[in-house]
């Protein structure tokens, strides 16, 4: 009988990490908790990112094939298999260094999230799994991190933005990134302005409970300010009347159709109140610009 095609998919270097996960999806379905992998487990894993990484240095053109996007899908099974084995230091450092492949210009204007990736049937339903695992035992490490916020950047699905600030916003107390460590340019999770309104919401509501802090999580914290920045202060027709509604709002009033006056000039208070903020803002600009 003639064999036609490859023998092996193309992804068959990440094949031991695939087949760990699944075995350990499959023990912990049937009720199994594998939080500690025995040590030739471990061993596997490690080997078989350095394989990887051996290939991606070396032989580049061998994995050409593969989708950057099914690449840090296989990673995240890193995260997603065990509870620590992401910490193993051997795993952690050559994960890393995968990633940092995977971060580069040219990778991450490859990388697309919303096609069909092989072997995986869902992207949604696999970062929901990571999100999931993240806040359970993530320890806030970095690099975890950083794989949670890759998919998070403007050009993909706005669903998975809404996940993360709508139903799992815990983890934002322990996104820990170092902005200087962080491989990927903001301007990738800033640009264009974002346009939905739930999403705004969310960063808003977010920022002004204090569940988004800079210091807990840097990276969101400056695309959630970023955004709202736009969107208070962008010049379309909406939002400014928007910002004189907010301004100029003088009381409730059943019989207007807004449902409330408008001051015709800003009342004293916060005309003051608006100069004072914006005087501070100045002189902070200028002793910046002077250091």
């Known amino acids: 009988m ?59 053109k ?26 193993e230091a051997p795993i952690h450092c050559y994960t890393a260094a995968l990633l940092a492949l995977y971060c580069q210009p040219k990778a991450l204007d490859s ?7 092989p072997g995986v049937a869902s992207f949604h339903d696999l970062y929901m799994s990571l999100l999931e695992q993240f806040e359970g035992v993530s320890f806030g490490d970095p690099l975890f991190g950083a794989f949670v916020l890759l998919p998070l950047q403007r050009r993909f699905s706005v669903h998975l933005r809404l996940s993360v600030f709508g139903e799992h916003t815990s983890i934002l107390r322990a996104l820990r990134v170092p902005l200087q460590q962080f491989l990927v340019p ?16 969310l960063y808003f509501r977010t920022l002004v409970t204090g569940a988004l802090r800079h210091t807990c999580c840097p990276v969101l914290y400056v695309v959630a300010v970023a955004h709202m920045n736009s969107f208070i202060f962008s010049q379309d027709r909406t939002t400014q009347t928007l910002k004189k509604h907010l301004l100029y709002y003088k009381m409730l009033n059943a019989e207007s159709p807004l449902g409330f006056d408008l001051y015709e000039q800003l009342p004293p208070l916060r005309l003051k109140y608006l ?7 100045n002189k902070e600009t200028a002793s910046v610009l002077v250091s």
């Open 62 to 87: 061998i994995l050409q094939s593969i989708p950057t996007a099914a690449k840090l899908a296989r990673l995240m099974c890193v995260f997603l298999t065990g509870g620590d084995l992401f910490l």
């Open 2 to 60: 003639e064999v036609k095609g490859p023998i092996l998919p193309s992804d068959w270097p990440f094949f031991p990490l695939i087949n760990l996960y699944n075995k350990v999806t499959n023990a912990e379905t049937r009720g199994a908790v594998l939080n500690t992998l025995p040590l030739d487990l471990v061993n596997t894993v490690s080997w078989n990112l350095q394989w990887v990484l051996l290939l991606e240095s070396w032989r580049a």
């Open 186 to 201: 903001l301007e990738r999770y800033t640009d264009p302005p974002e346009d939905n309104l739930n999403l705004l919401r």
């Open 275 to 281: 100069q004072i903020v914006t005087q501070k803002e």
């Open 111 to 117: 990388l697309n999230l919303d096609v069909p990736l």
